[in-house]
């Protein structure tokens, strides 16, 4: 049966789309069948991997509503064995649509439930806030992945999204698992890079990635290309990162 692993952090910018994008890229390039679910209402994933959010049919808002099952919302991209369940602005006004749902934290869990076995991995981009979709996310999940950006204020955010992880494992899903952190924006020019992943780790008890994302200007032209980075740039600094992370990634398969 398939991980699902969500993708999160509360803050804006840093990096989390691009490594849902990248990381289920390059897991796909090592043969591994990725189902990617943006769960974004920005579709900014959906559109990184040249899907045209508005032409794809169903989506993960006909997903969360029962409108349609997992299968009928899935999106081949043209990238091997990499699917996804594509996001549209649409999804914006859910949170408060869902309100009215009965059980409303597990209407993601219940709806990938029937696909799982398909996949080697489901991951789940969520949005940049501690909303009704990204509980879903925390409940459908067996792991979550944490990108966190080299900037001052990481360790402030990143205590907060801490603290939902595990409310989340009191009350909705007790077998949730933090599967790691990985620092992106990278600068080893810097100071205050290897200040803020010296920051973390000694504050955190939480396995941090080997695998660092660079700041690369390849990297961040690629999405508007609708490529992910071994697409754009198969030779550049942030593709060889990305392929690292999703060996170190699989190396850690159980959790």
């Known amino acids: 049966m398939g991980k699902v692993v969500a993708i999160s952090n509360q803050k804006g910018g840093v990096g989390k789309s691009t490594?849902?994008?990248?990381?289920?890229?390059?897991?796909?390039?090592?043969?591994?069948?990725?189902?990617?679910?943006?769960?974004?209402?920005?579709?900014?994933?959906?559109?990184?991997?040249?899907?045209?959010?508005?032409?794809?049919?169903?989506?993960?808002?006909e997903l969360l509503i029962g409108q349609a099952s997992a299968r009928h919302c899935t999106v081949q991209t043209k990238f091997g064995k990499l699917y996804i369940v594509p996001s549209n602005v649409e999804l914006a006004g859910a949170e408060i649509e869902l309100m009215e749902f009965e059980n409303r934290e597990f209407l993601l869990r219940n709806a990938l439930e029937p696909v799982r076995e398909q996949y080697d991995y489901i991951l789940i981009d969520c949005p940049p806030s501690l909303s009704i979709l990204t509980l879903n996310a925390l409940t459908a999940a067996d792991s979550v992945l944490i990108p966190v950006q080299c900037e001052y204020y990481a360790l402030e955010g990143l205590t907060q999204l801490m603290k939902t992880i595990y409310l989340v494992q009191e009350r909705l899903n007790a077998d949730l698992k933090i599967n790691g952190i990985v620092f992106t924006m990278y600068d080893a020019r810097t100071n205050l890079s290897s200040d803020v992943v010296e920051n973390v780790k000694s504050n955190l008890d939480v396995y941090t990635y080997e695998s660092m994302i660079p700041r690369n200007v390849r990297l961040a032209e690629s999405p508007s290309y609708g490529l992910p980075i071994i697409k754009y740039d198969t030779h550049s600094t942030g593709a060889k990162k990305y392929r690292e992370l999703a060996v170190e990634f699989i190396r850690r398969r159980k959790i």
């Open 19 to 61: 490594t849902a994008i990248n990381l289920s890229a390059c897991l796909s390039e090592r043969q591994k069948k990725v189902l990617l679910v943006d769960l974004d209402p920005q579709g900014n994933t959906s559109s990184g991997l040249g899907v045209d959010r508005e032409q794809t049919g169903n989506t993960v808002y």
